[in-house]
């Protein structure tokens, strides 16, 4: 059974940094990617920054580019994500995703999820 375990998040003030982290387990081999989606009340879930686990290429949405980065355990089960100079508008719940999946911002195709982290900042 594939299980992603999520920690990390919490609340900041505007202009802080939070860090969160995912642990997938009971995947065959390792996922070819894993990322980050959020949702913020009353929208869609949308892609933040997804890894490839085999070569590192990574993905970031322009709203947050410059300002998070994803990153990779050695083990390449593990994946990180350092936010920096946060707004109130990244605000969300954030969901580790890991698989095979192909669309940088659309949640469909993600077969496995973590539970979610609450993020938010305040202004």
């Known amino acids: 059974q594939v299980q992603l375990v999520e920690s990390g998040g919490g609340s900041v003030q505007a202009g802080g940094s939070l860090s969160l982290s995912c642990v997938v387990s009971?995947?065959?081999?390792?996922?070819?990617?894993m990322g980050w989606f959020r949702q913020a009340p009353g929208k869609e879930r949308e892609g933040v920054a997804h890894?490839?686990?085999?070569?590192?290429?990574?993905y970031y949405a322009n709203s947050v580019k410059g300002r998070f980065t994803i990153s990779q355990g050695n083990a390449k089960n593990t994946v990180y994500l350092q936010m920096n100079s946060l707004k109130p508008e990244d605000t969300a719940v954030y969901y580790c995703?890991?698989?095979?999946?192909?669309?940088?911002?659309?949640?469909?195709?993600?077969?496995?999820w973590g539970q979610g982290t609450q993020v938010t900042v305040s202004s």
């Open positions: 009971g995947y065959t081999g390792n996922p070819i990617r």
């Open positions: 890894i490839y686990t085999r070569g590192g290429s990574t």
């Open positions: 995703a890991a698989g095979a999946y192909v669309s940088d911002s659309l949640p469909s195709g993600v077969k496995y």
